[in-house]
């Protein structure tokens, strides 16, 4: 992972950089939203929900689950398509990358929801479960690089495949989820509270940056995995040969 890294290092982040710009475009759009008519400029977020209707309360969590999920998934998508390139050996193209990433697009809403909505469930309730379900489809963006299937058919893809490397793939998705709550506790909440509105719509931009780079390496260890998974198939006995 490393090595690939480092090898196209400024190509990974432009990349994902493009997709992570959309989501702090689109979660400082829903915390605009969400702290609009608020003339205090002190306000505590619990309250602010409180005060918000269903209405609001439901258009801020659909907000929230597209404006991180679907910039995810295109990141993703960026990244494991350069490390797909990087293992075959063939030429790099950030315009190619970020067209593959365009067309990509509508499927990522999908995923959004068959993904992104069940992790953001799970964790809600614990941090442990939405990194269960994060990792159970972790290998799903790499399938959709290297294999060409459909949507709910890449799903089911990675799912089988990542049973194969469920706990490599579990060991991932916790260090770079836990590397971003600790950054947001220890830096974001502890420097940036709640207490003034404009910081409210500032924080969520903010754990983007660290969050970026998690990403690429992360997903540069997913396509690897994806490589590893695929070896441990069972092979598919040659023509003529007997059963028994």
């Known amino acids: 992972m490393a090595r690939l890294f480092a090898a196209q290092a ?24 969400m702290v609009r008519g608020v003339t205090d400029p ?5 309250e602010l929900w409180s005060a918000m209707s269903v209405r609001q309360q ?3 969590i659909v907000g929230l689950i597209f404006g991180l999920w679907t910039p995810i998934l295109l ?18 193209d950030l315009s190619h990358v970020l067209i593959d990433v365009a067309r990509f697009f509508p499927a990522a809403i999908l995923y959004t929801l068959l993904i992104g909505l ?32 459909g949507v709910v058919p890449a799903l089911k893809r990675g799912f089988v495949l990542g049973g194969h490397v469920f706990i490599k793939n579990l060991v991932i998705v916790l260090a770079a989820g836990g590397a971003v709550g600790l950054f947001k506790i220890a830096l974001i909440d502890r420097f ?16 983007y940056a660290p969050a970026l780079l998690l990403l690429v390496l992360s997903n540069i260890s997913f396509t690897l995995l994806y490589k590893e998974a695929r070896s441990r198939e069972p092979q ?8 028994r």
């Open 10 to 33: 400024r190509l990974y982040y432009l990349s994902a950089a493009v997709p992570g710009l959309l989501g702090v475009a689109a979660l400082t759009a829903v915390s605009l939203y």
């Open 42 to 46: 002190h306000v505590d977020s619990r």
């Open 58 to 60: 439901l258009i801020a």
């Open 75 to 92: 990141a993703a998508r960026a990244v494991c398509r350069i490390t797909a390139e990087q293992l075959s050996s063939r030429a790099i």
């Open 118 to 149: 069940p992790s953001t469930i799970g964790g809600t309730i614990f941090f442990v479960p939405g990194m269960v379900v994060a990792s159970l489809f972790a290998l799903v963006v790499p399938v959709t690089v290297n294999e060409n299937l």
């Open 192 to 207: 940036f509270p709640d207490a003034f509105k404009v910081l409210f719509v500032v924080k969520f931009a903010l754990i």
């Open 236 to 243: 598919a006995p040659a023509p003529g040969t007997a059963q």
